[in-house]
Nanobody, 121 residues
Framework: QVQLVESGGGLMQPGGSLRLSCAAS????????MAWYHQAPGKQRELVAR???????NDAGSVKGRFTISRDNAKNTVYLQMHSLNPEATAVYYC???????????????WGQGTQVTVSS
């Protein structure tokens, strides 16, 4: 019913910047909170940043000041702008959104398929 498609990942040198996008489509009535998670090899998936429908944000302390989450409600899209990338940022990045589908009773979390970010010289 709902699809989330991430884009913008790739290979980046340390110190570089990337912008990830995640567009939601389908039988959407409303989207509430949206978030980015990342999962490094051998590690658990962790929250990177979260944004509410009104634009309030919170992020992991490790990315504060370097990563910024934003969203365009008209496009059902969430972004993650990443600056000053370091090798520790290498991971698969997933977006998630709490979506109320048309005819639904309550919002349900949906996940994208993930996009690989690799930071290496």
């Amino acid at each position: 019913q709902v699809q989330l498609v991430e884009s913008g990942g790739g290979l980046m040198q340390p110190g570089g910047s990337l912008r990830l996008s995640c567009a939601a489509s389908g039988n959407i009535c409303n989207i509430y909170a949206m978030a980015w998670y990342h999962q490094a090899p051998g590690k658990q998936r962790e929250l990177v940043a979260r944004i509410t429908s009104s634009g309030s944000t919170n992020d992991a302390g490790s990315v504060k000041g370097r990563f910024t989450i934003s969203r365009d409600n008209a496009k059902n899209t969430v972004y993650l702008q990443m600056h000053s990338l370091n090798p520790e940022a290498t991971a698969v990045y997933y977006c998630t959104a709490d979506v109320l589908v048309a005819g639904g009773c309550y919002p349900v979390p949906y996940w994208g398929q993930g996009t690989q970010v690799t930071v290496s010289s």
